[in-house]
């Protein structure tokens, strides 16, 4: 997951919307949408996991798929396995320190978008 800094995010432009929370992702247009915004207003919001999910998994959804808002370091991981792969970090916060978020988990027994088959049923 690539991880940036607020005053890195832009808006944005060409080719990239911004889904509020409580749209249906299974109704999206997605022709020519190669980024989508998903919005957290608040950490214990935690629509825009299913919308991530739903847009990697249902909607077979290949472009970048960012978060926004209030992020917090300790849902990065989840965020990744959901389909997120950029995180726009709120003001102040350190990427390094979110970024050792990763490090500390190596492998997951259940599956997720990434690797959807759970740990137990993964070839040897």
Same mark, same amino acid.
């Given at each position: ?28 247009? %997605? ?11 608040? /950490?214990?919001?935690?629509? !825009? =996991?299913? *919308? ?36 726009? %970090? ?11 978020? /990763?490090?500390?988990?190596? !492998? =997951?027994? *259940? ?14």
């Amino acid at each position: 997951m690539k991880i940036l800094a607020a005053n890195e995010h832009q808006l944005p432009g060409s080719g990239a919307i911004e889904l509020p929370n409580d749209a249906d992702p299974l109704a999206l247009d %997605l022709s020519g949408v190669t980024r989508i915004d998903l919005h957290f207003p608040k /950490f214990t919001d935690g629509r !825009a =996991f299913s *919308q991530a999910r739903l847009l990697r998994l249902r909607r077979k959804f290949t472009g970048e798929i960012r978060a926004t808002g209030d992020v917090l370091i300790d849902q990065l991981v989840q965020m990744a396995r959901c389909g997120f792969d950029v995180a726009v %970090l709120r003001e102040g916060v350190d990427a390094s320190d979110a970024q050792r978020q /990763f490090d500390r988990y190596h !492998a =997951f027994y *259940q599956g997720d978008v990434n690797q959807p088959l759970p740990h137990f049923r993964e070839a040897a």
